[in-house]
């Protein structure tokens, strides 16, 4: 769903946030630029995979809206079937590189139980730092 513009603002946004809601508003929006991060030039039944849960015609509208936005590519290939590829464009990977501090804040902040989504410290991509080897004095400690 579009964010209509506020009255009375310049240009109609209260303040940059409020632009940038404007494009990625909604539940899924975000989740298809992540879908499209991790999994460049999809087509729409592998995108449908990727976001569990959202319906056909959402996915579809929300698409159009992203491509009207220039945060999404629409390539169509003159093929017999049609094929038909969704990329993020350059405005589109920028718009995620500038997301992944909040996600970064969502997978640090404590859930249902107190617990993370991930351990504060590693890398986003891979998640915690694998633990390391126990010291040679340590394992003669443990019996190993």
């Not at 976001?51 to 959402?58: A, N």
């Not at 997978?107 to 991930?118: A, H, K, S």
Request: with cysteine; aromatic share 4%; hydrophobic share 35%.
């Amino acid at each position: 769903m579009t964010t209509l513009n506020r009255p009375g603002t310049p240009g109609g946004h209260a303040c940059g946030i409020d632009a940038a809601m404007e494009v990625i508003g909604g539940k899924w929006k975000v989740l298809i630029l992540w879908a499209l991060t991790e999994h460049p030039c999809r087509r729409f039944g592998e995108l449908r995979r990727l976001v569990p849960g959202i319906t056909e015609k959402v996915l579809a509208s929300h698409l159009r809206e992203m491509e009207a936005d220039g945060i999404v590519d629409r390539v169509a290939y003159d093929e017999v079937p049609p094929r038909v590829e969704y990329c993020l464009t350059d405005d589109g990977a920028r718009l995620n590189e500038a997301l992944e501090p909040l996600a970064a804040w969502g997978r640090e902040r404590p859930g249902p139980g107190g617990r993370t989504l991930r351990p504060p410290h590693g890398d986003p991509a891979t998640g915690p730092e694998p633990a390391a080897a126990p010291s040679p004095a340590a394992q003669r400690t443990a019996g190993i």
